[in-house]
C-alpha cells in the first residue's frame, strides 16, 4: 500500500518557480480540534480560511464531527490543499434522543425511513422482507421509531446529513487517512469536473448511498481504503476516471464495485466479499485495466437485506458479478476478474482504525435442523434462541461464520465456546442478559482465529445496588435504596462502599472505597457503620453503591488457552459481577477492538442513574505468553482499574534438590502451569526488598495431589492476603542446578502478560488507575485519561501486598492526554506508593526505602498532564528512565513538591519527581502553574 506519507510530485519547470515559491510561503498548517486549543473547533471554519497549499490537521482523537467536510476551494497541482485526518470520523448521524411514552421509549427521527439507524455504532439492518435485525421498530409514519422491551435508549444515531465529504466542481485536493460515514447519500461524494482528486487510507461505512461515489467528469484516485456496511461500496460513474489500488470492498448491503456509463477505471490489489448482491456489476460502456482484482462469491443465493438505493429495485440473485455479458468484455477491459477458491479474508487488514461501527459479516442464519436435538430446557431463553447450542453447532460443523438472531437472549448458564477454530461469530443486534449473578455470561477455551462482534453483555438483575444517603453521624450514615434498584440481600453484611455526590461523581473527600458493616432495617433502608470515620463533607442526599464483587466472583468474559487470535469488535458491556474481560493463561493476541465498557441504562422503575458497570477491573490478563490489545476503545463506571497485566509472583517454600522445589499458591489446583515452557527464565528474587538476585531455567511444574508439611501458618506468612480454606503445592524442576533458598521468590518474565498494546482508548471517571501495568514490551500511546481516582498509568510490581509479578522492562508512554486524576483523597494520601498521574514504582513487603532500581528502559514522551493531585510523573525504584517532550499543568494540587510520604519516605521533588533513579534522562518537558 502506498504510504499516507507519500508526497505528490512538486517538480516544476523553472518558468512556474517563482508562482510555485510565491504560493508556498505561504502555505499553512490549519488545525482542527472540536475539544479546544486548536486554531478551531470547526471543520467549516478551517475549509473558509483554507487555500491552495494549506494542510488541515484534525487532532487525534477529536471526533466525530457532526458536520460535512465540503472545500469549494481548488489547490494546485504543486501546492494542493490537504486534509489530515488523522484516523477522525466525519459523520452525518446525529443522536437520537428517546423519551417515555408510557412503557416505551421513542424518538423522531432526523428525516423520513429509509435513513441509517445505528445503536452503540452498529448499523440495524433490516431483512429481505423488512424486519428489524434489532431491538427497534418503525411506526406508520415513517418518522417514529420506538424500542422493543428491554432495550437501551442510549447510543442511538440515525443519519441527519447529505454526505459525510463532498467535493464539487474543485481540483487538486488530497484527503488522507479519514473515515466518513452516516450519510443520507454518501460517504465520500465527488461531482463536477476536479481533476487531481486524491484519497489515501480512507474508510467509508455504514452510509444509505454509496461509500464512495464519482460523478460526471471528474479524475480522482483512491490509494488505501475499505469500504463497508454502506448501500453499495463504490460507484464510477458517467464519465469519470478512477485509479483505485489496495482497497478492500466487503460487507455493504447491496453491491460491491460498480460501473456504468463511459467510466474508465484503474483497479490494482483490490479484494471485494459478502456483498449482499453482486460483488461486482459492469453496465454500459465502462472499461478499464484490472491486475490482481480478486472477488468471492457470497454464501447466500437470495438477497438478506433490504437495500435502499439504486440495488433497491434489482431482481437479481447474489453472485460474483453482473453486467451486460458474462464477464467484463475484453475489447474493454484489459486484465481479468479473479474469482476466489478460498473463503474470503477473516480477519481484513485495516488500513485506519475503522469508525466506531461493525462490519456485517455472513449471515448465516441457524435454521432448526443445525440445532442439536438435545436442549436442556435450562439453555433455551426466553426468545426462543439457544445462543449457545447455535455456536456450538457452527464449531462442530466447521462453519466459517454464524450470525445470532437479533434481540434479547436471556440466559441462566454461561455460553460456553470451546475449541472454536476459524470463527465469526456475528451478534450485531444482540443484547446478552444473563440471570444468574454468580456465572460468567460468556467463556472461551481453547480458541484459534476466533471473532466476536457486536454483542452487548448485561445482567438482571445488575450486580451491584445504590442508595441516597439519608442522615450522616460521625461514623454512621443511614440509607435508603433507590427505586428500581436491587433489594440488600443478608450477604450484603460488608460489601464495598463506595461514595458518590449528589450529581453522581466520586465523592471528592473520599478515601477510596469503605468496608462498612451493614445494619438492615429493611431490605432497602439501613445503617452503614465505618471503622473509623466518614468524610467531614458527607451529607444527607449525596449516593452510595455497593458492589458484589467478593460475593458473586464471576467474570462477564473469560478466555482461556488460546492458541491463536482472538478478536472482541464492537462489544458494549454493561455490567458484570467482577471483572469486563478475564485474560488467563493465553498464548495468542487477544484484540479488543471498539469495545464500551459503560454504566448500562437505569433498572425499570428507576429515577437514578445507574453509577457503575463492572464491580472490578474492565479487563485483567493474568500469566499469558502475550498481554491483550486494546484499541479505540472506551472504558467507565467501573469499581476498579481499565487494564491490569501481570503474572504470578511465587515463593521457593523448600528446596528438594539443586534443581526441584516447592512452591504454592491459594486455592486449589490452578492452570498456571499451562503457559510455561521448558526454557524460560526464571528471576529469582531476595525476600522483602524483592531486588532480583539470579536467575534459573525452568524445565516442567505439576501440582501436587497434597500439601505434604506445608502448613496453613507459613501459607499465611506468604500470603496474607487473599488465602482461602485451601491452597495447593506445585513441584518446579529446572533444567540444571541454580542458587536457590527457601523464603526466596520467583516469577517467569515471559509469561507475565508483555507484549501488550493501549492504543487511542479512553478510560475515564471510574475508581483505581487507568493502566496499572506490571509486564514489559509493551506501548501505551495516544490515549485519554479523565477523572480517575488513582493514576493514570502505574508502572510496576505489586509484590508486597498482591504478589503480582513484576519488574517492567521495556515500555514506552507516548501522546496519551491525561486530565483530572486523584479525584478523590487516595492518590495523595500518606502511604500511597503511586504519588504520580504516571507513576513509577514498587510495592514492597516492608513498603519502605531502599527501594532496588528494578524498572528499566522506560520512555515517557510527548504527553499532556493536566489537573493531578500529586506528580505529573513520579518515577523510583527504576533505572535507565527517559522523560522528554511532555507537558505538564496544575500538577502537585494537593502534595506538593519538596514534600516527604511519613509512611513510605517517598520524596515528592516537584512536577516531575525522580529521586533515586539511576540514568535518567530529562529532556524538553514543559510545566506551567
Not at 495447593?728 to 536457590?740: C, G, I, N
Request: one cysteine or more; aromatic letters at 8%; glycine letters at 10%.
Amino acid at each position: 500500500m502506498t504510504p499516507s506519507s507519500q508526497l505528490l510530485p512538486r517538480t516544476v519547470a523553472a518558468s512556474l518557480l517563482f508562482s510555485v515559491l510565491g504560493s508556498s510561503l505561504f502555505a499553512r498548517e490549519l488545525k482542527v480540534d472540536a475539544r479546544g486549543g486548536a486554531d478551531y473547533t470547526t471543520l467549516a471554519a478551517a475549509v473558509a480560511a483554507a487555500g491552495a497549499g494549506d494542510t488541515l490537521v484534525i487532532a487525534k482523537g477529536s471526533g466525530p464531527y457532526r458536520e460535512t467536510l465540503y472545500i469549494k476551494q481548488s489547490g494546485t497541482a504543486a501546492t494542493p490543499i490537504v486534509v489530515e485526518g488523522n484516523g477522525e470520523t466525519v459523520t452525518g448521524f446525529a443522536p437520537l434522543v428517546f423519551q417515555r411514552e408510557g412503557d416505551t421509549w421513542t424518538a423522531r427521527l432526523p428525516q423520513a425511513f429509509p435513513t441509517v439507524i445505528a445503536f452503540n455504532g452498529v448499523r440495524i439492518l433490516q431483512d429481505a422482507g423488512g424486519t428489524f435485525l434489532g431491538p427497534v421498530k418503525l411506526r406508520e409514519d415513517n418518522r417514529t421509531v420506538e424500542l422493543l422491551p428491554g432495550a437501551s435508549p442510549e447510543g442511538w444515531e440515525a443519519s441527519a446529513r447529505d454526505c459525510a465529504v463532498r467535493v464539487t466542481g474543485a481540483s487538486h485536493q488530497v484527503y488522507r487517512n479519514l473515515v466518513a460515514t452516516g450519510g443520507t447519500n454518501d460517504g465520500f461524494n465527488i461531482h463536477g469536473d476536479g481533476k487531481g482528486l486524491r484519497f489515501e487510507n480512507i474508510t467509508a461505512a455504514n452510509n444509505l448511498d454509496e461509500g464512495f461515489s464519482a460523478h460526471d467528469d471528474t479524475v480522482c484516485e483512491i490509494l488505501g481504503g475499505d469500504f463497508w456496511g454502506n448501500d453499495n461500496g463504490i460507484s464510477n460513474n458517467l464519465n469519470t476516471v478512477m485509479t483505485a489500488t489496495d482497497i478492500t470492498i466487503h460487507d455493504n448491503i447491496g453491491w460491491g464495485l460498480g460501473f456504468s456509463g463511459n467510466t474508465v477505471s484503474h483497479l490494482a490489489n483490490v479484494q471485494i466479499w459478502n456483498n449482499g448482491m453482486a460483488q461486482v456489476r459492469f453496465e454500459s460502456k465502462a472499461s478499464g485495466t484490472l491486475k490482481n482484482v480478486v472477488a468471492w462469491a457470497p454464501s447466500w443465493v437470495e438477497r438478506p437485506w433490504t437495500t435502499y438505493k439504486e440495488s433497491s429495485t434489482s431482481r437479481a440473485a447474489p453472485t460474483v458479478f453482473r453486467g451486460e455479458a458474462p464477464l467484463p468484455s475484453s475489447e474493454l477491459w484489459q486484465g481479468s476478474l479473479q474469482i476466489g477458491a478460498n473463503p474470503p479474508p477473516a480477519f481484513p487488514k485495516a488500513k485506519i482504525a475503522p469508525p466506531v461501527a461493525t462490519s456485517i459479516t455472513r449471515p448465516v442464519a441457524a435454521s432448526p435442523s443445525s440445532t442439536p436435538a438435545a436442549v436442556t430446557p435450562a439453555a433455551v431463553n426466553a426468545s426462543g434462541v439457544d445462543v449457545a447450542a447455535l455456536i456450538r453447532q457452527a464449531i462442530k460443523s466447521g462453519q466459517p461464520s454464524l450470525q445470532i438472531p437479533a434481540g434479547i437472549h436471556r440466559v441462566s448458564e454461561t455460553i460456553l465456546i470451546d475449541d472454536a477454530r476459524n470463527l465469526t461469530i456475528d451478534g450485531t443486534g444482540v443484547t446478552l442478559v444473563m440471570t444468574d449473578g454468580r456465572r460468567g455470561l460468556l467463556r472461551i477455551n481453547r480458541a484459534d482465529r476466533l471473532q466476536l462482534r457486536g454483542f452487548t453483555l448485561a445482567y438482571d438483575p445488575i450486580r451491584h445496588t445504590q442508595a441516597t444517603i439519608t442522615r450522616v453521624a460521625a461514623n454512621s450514615f443511614d440509607f435508603a435504596v433507590q427505586d428500581g434498584y436491587p433489594d440488600l440481600t443478608p450477604d450484603y453484611s460488608r460489601p464495598p462502599a463506595h461514595l458518590f455526590t449528589a450529581a453522581g461523581r466520586r465523592h471528592p473527600d473520599a478515601v477510596d472505597f469503605y468496608k462498612p458493616a451493614l445494619t438492615l432495617a429493611t431490605p432497602r433502608t439501613g445503617t452503614a457503620t465505618a471503622p473509623s470515620s466518614w468524610p467531614a463533607t458527607l451529607a444527607a442526599g449525596d449516593q452510595v453503591v455497593f458492589d458484589r464483587r467478593e460475593l458473586d466472583r464471576a467474570n462477564a468474559v473469560e478466555i482461556r488457552e488460546n492458541k491463536g487470535p482472538v478478536l472482541f469488535e464492537d462489544f458494549t458491556v454493561l455490567d458484570s459481577p467482577a471483572l469486563g474481560f478475564a485474560g488467563r493463561y493465553c498464548e495468542a493476541e487477544v484484540i479488543l477492538r471498539r469495545v464500551v465498557i459503560r454504566p448500562g441504562p437505569p433498572p425499570a422503575g428507576a429515577r437514578q442513574p445507574r453509577l457503575f458497570s463492572t464491580n472490578a477491573d474492565a479487563v485483567n490478563f493474568v500469566q499469558c505468553r502475550i498481554g491483550p490489545r486494546l484499541e479505540a476503545c472506551d472504558f467507565s463506571g467501573m469499581g476498579d482499574d481499565s487494564l491490569n497485566v501481570h503474572g504470578y509472583f511465587l515463593p521457593v517454600v523448600r528446596m528438594l534438590s539443586p534443581t526441584v522445589f516447592l512452591t504454592a499458591l491459594p486455592n486449589g489446583p490452578s492452570d498456571l502451569v499451562k503457559p510455561l515452557r521448558r526454557g524460560d527464565a526464571l528471576r529469582i528474587y531476595e525476600p522483602g526488598a524483592f531486588s532480583v538476585i539470579s536467575g534459573a531455567t525452568f524445565r516442567s511444574i505439576r501440582a501436587l495431589p497434597d500439601v505434604g508439611d506445608v502448613t496453613d501458618a507459613e501459607m499465611k506468612v506468604l500470603y496474607p492476603i487473599g488465602l482461602g480454606r485451601i491452597f495447593t503445592v506445585y513441584q518446579v524442576e529446572l533444567d540444571a542446578p541454580a542458587k536457590l533458598v527457601a523464603g526466596q521468590w520467583f516469577d517467569c518474565p515471559a509469561v507475565n502478560s508483555g507484549g501488550f498494546v493501549v492504543r487511542d482508548s479512553y478510560f475515564h471517571d471510574h475508581r483505581g488507575r487507568g493502566l496499572r501495568i506490571m509486564a514489559g514490551d509493551g506501548v501505551v500511546e495516544n490515549n485519554r485519561f479523565e477523572r480517575l481516582t488513582k493514576s493514570a498509568i502505574s508502572v510496576g510490581p505489586e509484590l508486597g501486598f498482591w504478589r503480582e509479578a513484576g519488574w517492567v522492562k521495556n515500555l514506552r508512554i507516548t501522546g496519551n492526554k491525561i486530565r483530572d486524576v486523584g479525584i478523590d483523597r487516595s492518590l495523595a494520601a500518606n502511604g500511597s506508593y503511586v504519588p504520580g498521574a504516571i507513576g513509577v514504582f514498587v510495592h514492597t513487603q516492608s513498603g519502605k526505602p531502599p527501594y532496588p532500581p528494578g524498572n528499566e528502559d522506560i520512555v515517557i514522551e510527548n504527553n499532556l498532564i493536566e489537573g493531578s493531585s500529586v506528580a505529573g510523573i513520579h518515577a523510583y525504584a527504576a533505572a535507565g528512565i527517559t522523560i522528554r517532550g511532555n507537558t505538564l499543568r496544575r500538577t502537585n494540587l494537593v502534595r506538593t513538591a519538596g514534600s516527604s510520604d511519613p509512611v513510605n519516605h517517598l520524596v515528592t521533588t516537584g512536577p516531575i519527581s525522580t529521586e533515586g533513579v539511576a540514568g535518567v534522562k530529562l529532556e524538553n518537558n514543559t510545566v506551567t502553574p
